[in-house]
């Protein structure tokens, strides 16, 4: 593996201009600070490279669900880790081709909502606490994240543990042909640092987790808990691993008709509209718990502010807790739920 | 809705069987054949294999009124498919997680493994998931019209 030094965030730049001017991928998708805001973009001219803004700590929605069903030509994106495992992750679910993928993919500290603030420089701790005095909110799902840094891809970017600056390691060196990069390490005091941080994000998950198992806790919470769901879909669309092409709530089973919808009123006397908001939610939580990445977009772009990633904080951690297994961090891993061993589970009799 | 004060005396639960049309269907036939006696408060519909079962049904039925849910295949090595109970063991052990999450006790889904020579266990799993279900009373939590 290569490790260089990239001084700032405009040598990351170069390396994407680079390899749209050598013809190694046919676009980059990367963030961008346009007349109307920043937006994720797919720049294919190399002259538009030095109005993006890579590293920005933005997060509206995960562009892996973009990603999806890539087909034959070449793109480097960068994104953030929890992106990164969702294309990992839906690899693994052949709905992604990584190999016409250039993956690049830098530590995260934490990301803000485009609606909160637009901020186009990287977050450090000092550029954090300057944030908390303009009230401008660090996203929920970053402040209880675990997986901040690069999981499996084909360029990381490393800015924890560095004193300013980054160290760019890869595996795939051809990608930096033509550049003249100085050798670096990865610093020695970077392990020590992303377990700070990730202790400090885990005790305030657990907090979480603690709170909402308080919360459902008594009879018929859960019902309450999704009572203002619509049934909108856009959890479910904007959800990288919930990917399935038809869904089964677009079936005349799960998209009910009134004629359906009587008959179910009648055998208890009254249904709730939109129905089965519960089991909605539910189904998802079965499809996705085994490959949530938790980066929170369904929140995010939850029109009636569902807490949902409090639940997916909890059945995530049960569930890839018992098959000892973390979504996304490799590309070659077998799948909890396609998988089994022959001797386990055996308390079934 | 029945009172449930009143009913009790003479109410019986409502259990959903999803069995292996290959052993443990086989096996609920035998008992029937071999005139062994279980409760009746079983209903059980035949899938191909206990890899079929969706965690979907499971939560349908009890969604439905089910007051217990009790999914059976063959034993582990002899599944007609060679691997299908392999992956219903892993895919509905998350249905304990996500059962205790919405609130509904997890003992009131149960799995089994009952061959087609086992006529008398299911009549025993059956008899056993049906006291303790009596035990439980009515499940309530996703069957009202609220969800």
Redesign the interface.
Known sequence: MGTYILENEEALKKVLENMLRKGMVEGVMVQTAGESGVFTSIITDPDFISKTAPLAPLFSNNNAVFLQNNGTRNIAVVVKPCEARAINELKKLNQINTDKLVVICADCQGTINPRDGLITEPLTEAKKKELEKDSIPIRKACTVCEHFTPPEVDISIMAIGTTGGYILATDREELLDGLELKAGEIPSGRNAEVEKIRKENLEKKEKMVEELDKK?GS?????EFFKDCIRCDNCRDMCPICYCKQC?FETPLGDLRTDEMLHQ?A??????IPP????YQ??R??HV??GCVECGACEEVCPRDIPLLD?WK??TG??QG??EYVSGMKRDEPL??VG???S??EE?? | ?EDEGGAKESWEPKIIGFFCNWCSYAGADLAGTSRIQYPTTIRIIKVMCSGRVN??FV??AF???ADGVLVSGCH??DCHYI?GN??A???L??ME??LE???VDPSRFQ???VSASEGQKFAEVVTEFTERIKKLGPQ????????
């Open positions: 459902l009879p018929d919470t859960l019902v089964y009123a055998t208890k006397g009254i249904l709730r089965d908001i519960l089991f539910l189904t939580n079965i718990a085994a639940v909890s059945i049960n569930v018992l098959f909890p739920l089994f061993k022959e386990e589970l079934v009799k | 809705m965690p979907q939560l349908k969604q439905e009124g582990p090595g691997e392999y992956h063991r892993r895919k052990t998350l997680d996500l999450f919405t609130g799995m089994s493994w309530t939590k996703l069957s009202g019209g609220e969800g």
